[in-house]
């Protein structure tokens, strides 16, 4: 009931192109959704977060969707840019436990 | 504000021994939480204190504890060294406090190999 599902594990889109990647979850207690970006050799960053009361937050390029009810949440990146090549990992917390997706390795071709 | 900052940055270690690792949070935070990270297992929760008591601890074996300084810095320790403990070792902060989840940032990391 702890886990979080993430999917897909690796990702190739074009430049400009719209990745997307699902999360999904069990655990009804769970209040904070955040999602992170992590580069080789560097501890992951905090990219944007949402909590179960709201259905969709932006944050420039970056977009969270919510499905309370299907207890699933994605992430999805405009434009996308060849920057963006990382690892984007969901989570989900509870009193400040944070219980981490696998991964998606994304690649954004030039 | 600087950010969340560990020391050392890398470690190579033989079995068997022991190892500390320190966690400076953002000013201001107090709440630290420490995760491993490794290839197999991906980001794994290891324990969490704020105002210098653990909340939270996630699943590991005796051998991993940690502490809480009064000014909010935090050390964690790993005993007699497996060399399955290889691994990436991240502290993250948050303001925490009012039963609530607030935002972690995370250090860079203490990269841990024991051979």
């Known amino acids: 009931q702890q886990q979080v599902k993430q999917s897909p594990q690796s990702l190739i889109v074009q430049k400009g192109g719209i990745p997307i990647i699902n999360c999904a979850y069990e655990?009804?207690?769970?209040?904070?959704f955040p999602w992170y970006q992590q580069f080789p050799g560097k501890g992951p960053a905090l990219l944007i977060a949402?909590?179960?009361?709201?259905s969709e937050k932006k944050e420039g390029r970056f977009t969270i969707s919510f499905n309370k009810s299907a207890k699933q949440f994605s992430l999805h990146i405009m434009d996308s840019q060849p920057g963006d090549s990382a690892t984007y990992f969901c989570?989900?917390?509870?009193?400040?436990?944070?219980?981490f997706g696998t991964g998606t390795l994304l690649a954004v071709q030039p | 504000k600087a950010g969340v900052t560990q020391t050392p940055r890398y470690l190579i270690k033989t079995r068997g021994q022991q190892v500390t690792l320190s966690c400076s949070p953002i000013?201001?935070?107090?709440?630290v939480s420490w995760y491993q990270q490794t290839p197999g297992q991906g980001l794994q929760f290891l324990f969490e204190?704020?105002?210098?008591?653990?909340?939270n601890k996630g699943n590991f074996p005796g051998r991993f504890s940690g502490r809480q300084f009064s000014n909010s810095r935090s050390e964690m320790n790993v005993s007699t060294l497996e060399l399955g403990d290889s691994a990436l070792y991240l502290c993250?902060?948050?303001?925490?406090?009012?039963?609530?989840?607030?935002?972690?940032?995370f250090g860079p990391g203490t990269r841990l190999t024991v051979t």
């Open positions: 000013s201001g935070h107090r709440s």
């Open positions: 993250a902060s948050s303001l925490a406090g009012g039963g609530i989840t607030y935002e972690q940032y």
């Open positions: 949402i909590r179960p009361d709201v």
């Open positions: 989570a989900a917390s509870i009193k400040d436990k944070l219980i």
């Open positions: 655990n009804t207690a769970f209040d904070y």
């Open positions: 204190y704020f105002s210098e008591t653990q909340r």
